[in-house]
Each structure stands twice: as structure tokens, then as C-alpha cells.
């Protein structure tokens, strides 16, 4: 009997050992669970994914470049919104970026994971503004179900599972927010648009069958800025068919450049052509920098939502800005002037894009990306990898100012754009930053 019942002790001694080493990890799993894990301690690899797809299909479906920077603004907001959460001293960008409304709350006692709601989010928001686009959706879905499943094989379904729905509401709050941009108005007034005639100067277009892009651009509601007008340049390059005038002498530069451009110069023009089609426009191009920078430098979750936020806010502003201008100066493209005053047969080393020459848009958005980029990292010197699926080799350079300007030299070196055109491009681009970092904090 006493066998019996010491055999009877040590057995439950043992279920009890048992119970206590395997019970153990579930029992600290479910305590983790009880909190969130800050984003500062989440790979912003996942972000960078994120946006390396949103790039992809605005290269695949051939988005213009104003309608590009719309796109990546509110890609990098709905990115931002969605982990903000968890992000110490995080700032939501509600009460900041022109109407966007407060985004919904988080459930108090509860846990969340951050990647897992900005899937959420970015599964509402990049389909919702590409909705006529399969590829796009099936491309969306399975980045969504890599990510969502990555994370339960790290967290608590049941946490992955709330943190999915909590992205869903904000992606579900961000494009509520964006159907009332005037974005649609525009474009479509946009169709039936008629260059104006009867200035000397005026712009023509310089390509057969093409119209003019989105010429009520300067209408679509701002991110970041008071208003489309506020950082305007002055065009004050009077003009003139006298070959001692500075017009003619501008246009005169652009042909002889063109007529004489060396390697290295069609190099720059054709790494930073960015057209639709061949790229994800040049507002993307800034963006595929700042992904880049998220490996490069080891970036947290909440540092990439961070820039991705503010260099999206920032292209998006700077076409609305740069746009806005196009249209009030109408400026006639150097091909035109050269075509007429200089040279009938002479041609660009890059095809003339249908949309008036002042300002250079490449200089003002590459201006205002740099200046945002610097704010937020410092001067660094960096490589740019963005155009290895063009099978251009890598370009290296000193500082974002420094990739600024080879953006802005290189719409000279095509052969579309005056100097004027560029210098005061890059104004432009100085005052779209320094009034976004004034007026939008994510810290």
C-alpha cells in the first residue's frame, strides 16, 4: 500500500514538473501579449516593403507624375497613422495635414502590433486608390498575408488579428479623407482644358497627341502647405526673340549643351528621366531613396512611418505647388523657342513632357525631398540603388543637397528646361520644406 502510494506521489510530482516546464512559455508568451511592443523596437524593414510596392505600381500603371505625389503622400500619412500608437512621443498628423480628421482610437489594456496594423492600413488605402487595377489588388493581398502571417509566428494571433482591424480603420479614415481632395474634380476639368493663345511666350505642346497634365493641379487640396500659391516663383526672365537677350541666351544654352553632351552628362539625364512609365515618376524616385535609407541605417518602425510621412507630405505639396505655377505662367518649352528662333531641326536628348516649362518640377520636388531628408538624418553621403531595374548602374553621392542638384542639372541636360527654369525650381522646393517642417511635427 505505502509503494502504491509513493509510486501515486512521484507520478503527480512529475505531471507537475511536466505542467511547470511546458506550461512555463505559454504562461510568459500570454504575459508579453498583455503589452505592446513599441515600434522602436520593429524592423521599419516591413514599411520599406510597403512602399517599395506602392513605387512598383505607380511605375506599372504608367501614374503621371503630379498624380504620383498625391499617391505617395497619402501612402506615407496612412503608413504613419497606423503605428503612430505605438511610437513614444509620436504625434498624429490629425490637426495637422490640412482636414485630416482624427484617426480612431486604440483599445485601452490591450495589446497591438504595429506591422500588423500598418498592413491593415496599407490594404485599405493602396487599393482603395488604385481600385481599377487587379494586379494591383492580388499584389496588395499577398504582401498583406506575408506580413500578417510573419506576425503570428511571432505574436498572439488573437493580437494580430485586432491590430489587422485597428489599420483597417485608419486605412478606412485615410480614404474617407482623400475622396474629398478635389483630386477627381480637377482631373476631370483637366480633359476638356485649352492652352490659352496669344502671348508671345506661351507654351505650346511639343508632341503629337499628347494633352497638357493635369492642369487644374494647383486646385487639389495641400498636405503640409497653407495653400497651392504660397511658395510661387517669380518669372522674371523677360521675353525676347533678340539673340542679345538673356531668353534667347538661356534657350542658346540648352542647344549647345544638348548639341555637345559628354557621357557622363547623358548618364545624369537618363538615371533621373523618371517618366511615367519608364519610373515611378520623380516624386517616387525620393521615395525609393528614403526606403533605401531604412536598410541602409538599420531604421525602427517608427523612424521609417516617420520619413516615409514627411517626404510623402512633401512631393505630394511640392507638384501641387509647382503645378500651380506651370499653369498661371504658361512658359513656351525650350524645344519651342529653339525650334522657332534658332534651330527648326534641333532635338532634346530627352522626349519634351507635355506640361509648361516654369518651374522644373524635378528641381522643386527633388529640392524639397533633400531638405526634409536632411532635417530628419543630417548631412550623409548615400548611394542610389533606385534605378538598378533600368539596369543603370548606381550613383554616388556627397549629400541629398548634392542629389538635388544633379536632379535639377539633368532636365538641362535633356534639353527641357532653361536654367531659370531649374534655379528658381529649386526656390520653390527650399519653401515647400521649410513650410512643411514648420507647420507638420511627427515628434
Not at 549643351?257 to 519610373?279: C, H, R
Not at 532635417?375 to 548611394?383: A, E, K, P, V
Request: proline residues 5%; glycine residues 8%.
Amino acid at each position: 500500500m505505502f509503494k502504491q502510494v509513493q509510486r501515486q506521489i512521484i507520478t503527480f510530482a512529475l505531471l507537475m514538473t511536466f505542467v511547470a516546464v511546458f506550461a512555463r512559455p505559454h504562461q510568459v508568451e500570454a504575459g508579453l501579449q498583455a503589452k505592446s511592443v513599441p515600434a522602436a523596437e520593429l524592423s521599419g524593414i516591413p514599411a520599406a516593403d510597403w512602399m517599395q510596392l506602392f513605387y512598383k505600381r505607380v511605375f506599372a500603371e504608367k501614374i503621371s507624375a503630379p498624380a504620383g505625389g498625391r499617391l505617395y503622400a497619402y501612402a506615407g500619412i496612412a503608413m504613419h497613422e497606423a503605428v503612430v500608437p505605438g511610437i513614444e512621443g509620436g504625434k498624429s498628423l490629425s490637426g495637422q495635414v490640412t482636414d485630416l480628421p482624427p484617426m480612431p482610437a486604440i483599445e485601452d489594456g490591450v495589446a497591438y502590433d504595429w506591422i500588423a496594423s500598418m498592413a491593415g492600413s496599407m490594404s485599405v488605402v493602396v487599393p482603395g486608390i488604385f481600385p481599377g487595377s487587379a494586379d494591383t489588388q492580388q499584389a496588395v493581398q499577398l504582401l498583406r498575408d506575408q506580413q500578417v502571417n510573419a506576425r503570428k509566428r511571432e505574436v498572439d494571433a488573437d493580437v494580430v488579428d485586432r491590430s489587422v482591424a485597428y489599420g483597417e480603420s485608419v486605412g478606412k479614415a485615410i480614404m474617407d479623407w482623400e475622396s474629398k481632395d478635389n483630386f477627381k474634380e480637377a482631373h476631370q476639368k483637366g480633359l476638356d482644358y485649352v492652352i490659352p493663345e496669344g502671348q508671345l511666350d506661351a507654351y505650346v505642346l511639343t508632341t503629337a497627341n499628347t494633352k497638357p497634365v493635369e492642369p487644374f493641379w494647383g486646385t487639389v487640396r495641400v498636405f503640409g502647405l497653407p495653400n497651392s500659391g504660397v511658395c510661387d516663383a517669380k518669372q522674371d526672365m523677360e521675353f525676347s526673340e533678340d539673340p542679345k537677350s538673356t531668353f534667347y541666351a538661356q534657350a542658346l544654352e540648352v542647344k549647345n549643351v544638348g548639341d555637345k553632351l559628354t557621357k557622363e552628362q547623358k548618364d545624369t539625364a537618363t538615371f533621373w528621366v523618371d517618366t511615367p512609365g519608364i519610373t515611378g515618376t520623380p516624386g517616387g524616385h525620393w521615395l525609393a531613396i528614403t526606403a533605401q535609407l531604412v536598410g541602409d541605417l538599420k531604421l525602427d518602425l517608427g523612424k521609417a512611418v516617420d520619413a516615409f510621412a514627411m517626404v510623402g507630405i512633401g512631393v505630394g505639396d511640392a507638384f501641387i505647388s509647382g503645378w500651380n505655377i506651370k499653369y498661371i505662367v504658361l512658359l513656351m518649352r525650350p524645344e519651342t523657342y529653339i525650334h522657332k528662333y534658332i534651330d527648326p531641326n534641333w532635338k532634346p536628348f530627352v522626349q519634351t513632357p507635355p506640361f509648361p516649362e516654369f518651374v522644373s518640377g524635378h528641381s522643386i520636388v527633388s529640392e524639397t525631398a533633400a531638405r526634409i531628408l536632411t532635417d530628419m538624418f543630417g548631412t550623409m553621403s548615400f548611394t542610389d540603388n533606385t534605378e538598378r531595374f533600368r539596369n543603370l548602374a548606381s550613383r554616388s553621392f556627397t549629400s541629398f543637397e548634392n542629389a538635388a542638384a544633379e536632379a535639377g542639372i539633368s532636365r538641362l541636360y535633356g534639353g527641357i528646361h532653361y536654367r531659370t527654369g531649374i534655379e528658381k525650381g529649386f526656390d520653390e522646393g527650399r519653401c515647400v520644406a521649410a513650410s512643411i517642417l514648420d507647420r507638420i511635427k511627427v515628434r
